[in-house]
């Protein structure tokens, strides 16, 4: 005998990294009864409905949150408050309305005042990524043992929220509740900043006179290569995060460049002791994130090595 699914009808707005890996795992989950799914360009919907992963593909936003009881946006978070002021004449009483939006703070701004009384607002983020984007790009299992922070505004029914939660936790991910404001602190320095990082740091090698383009592909194996998949990030998604959470993420740079010119000034000194205990207390971070799971233990992120075979003359 097979239960009912979570939910009656899921519809998702905008189909890509995560929008397709939502719609691929809740229908390997069987979370949702059905699945419908939109998305801006006509070329995406055509890709979408080839891939036959959702039950239906719909031309508008308004058509395809008619009957949902989950309604998610999976769209830049610059575009999420006038995509919600659309569909929220449709939206059923009811319904949870919630998106994957990287920033919080500009997602509970742009698209609170738009939801209608009677429809419950909690808003999430999947913290689960790759530097890859559009339909073709997600994977049922990107959100395995990752975590999903939900924010729902004070006083959101209680009931919506464990229901959401209970989603995420089918799609097996982890469920934190924070606020908005805790969210864009945290993430400023565990994601955005991370990402600025390794935008400028590819930016600048492409830049340098010293040192030509091909030298640097050629030599990247020696650290540069792993913020190039970092800086290959959707430049849409990164340029929204960073103006929705400018203030966590400029206060976060603050910190970072006096960091920096700390370690500069050890290394313009000669002191090793200083660089030494700084190395010895990161390298003890990177350990800790992969006792907890969070990645894996083999050299090289696991990147497969050759075997060294003797040449024959
Ligand atoms: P993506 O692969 O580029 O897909 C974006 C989707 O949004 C596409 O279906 C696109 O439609 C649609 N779209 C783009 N601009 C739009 C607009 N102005 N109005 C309506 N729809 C629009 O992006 P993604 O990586 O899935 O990211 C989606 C959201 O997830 C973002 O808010 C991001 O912050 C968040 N997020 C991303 C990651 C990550 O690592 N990528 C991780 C966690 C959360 P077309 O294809 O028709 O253009």
Redesign the pocket.
């Known amino acids: 005998m097979s239960s009912d699914p979570l939910f009656k009808r899921v519809t998702l ?8 890996s939502i719609a691929r795992a809740a229908r390997a989950q069987g979370l949702a009864g059905e699945i419908v799914t939109t ?3 006509a ?3 055509a890709r979408v409905q080839e891939l036959g992963i959702v039950d239906q593909v719909l031309e508008t936003n308004a058509e395809a949150v008619k009957g949902a009881d989950l309604v998610i946006l ?7 408050g ?2 919600a002021e659309e569909i929220a004449p449709f939206l059923e009483k009811g319904a949870i309305v919630s ?5 919080k703070g500009a997602i509970a701004r742009d698209m609170g005042p738009h939801i209608p009384a009677g429809v419950h607002f909690v808003p999430a ?6 530097e ?4 073709d ?1 997600g994977f049922p299992e990107l959100f395995i043992n990752r975590w999903c922070i939900l924010t729902p505004p004070e006083g959101t029914d209680a009931a919506a929220v464990e229901k959401l939660r209970a989603f995420w936790a089918g799609l097996g991910a982890r469920v934190e509740i924070m606020t908005p404001d805790h969210h864009d602190l945290v993430l400023a320095i565990t994601s955005h900043l991370p990402h600025l990082i390794a935008y400028t740091i590819v930016g600048t090698a492409d830049e340098l006179a010293q040192v030509t383009s091909s030298e640097v592909i050629k030599f990247s194996a020696g650290g540069f290569r792993d913020f190039t998949r970092i800086a290959a ?2 430049p ?2 990164w340029r ?2 960073f103006l929705a959470n400018k203030e966590a993420v400029l206060e976060m740079l603050g910190t970072f460049n006096e960091d920096l010119s700390k370690l500069t000034r050890a290394i313009r000194r000669n002191d090793g002791e200083a660089l030494f205990e700084h190395f010895t207390r990161t390298r003890a971070i990177r350990r800790g994130i992969v006792e907890i799971g969070q990645d894996s233990a083999a050299p090289d992120f696991g990147r497969p090595h050759a075997n060294l075979t003797k040449k024959t003359e």
């Open positions: 707005i905008g189909f890509g990294l995560i929008g397709g998305a801006r360009s070329k995406t919907r999976c769209i830049p978070v610059g575009a999420c006038p995509v998106d994957v939006g990287s920033v983020h999947p913290v689960a990524g790759t890859h984007s559009g339909p790009s990030s959707d849409t998604m929204d995060v």
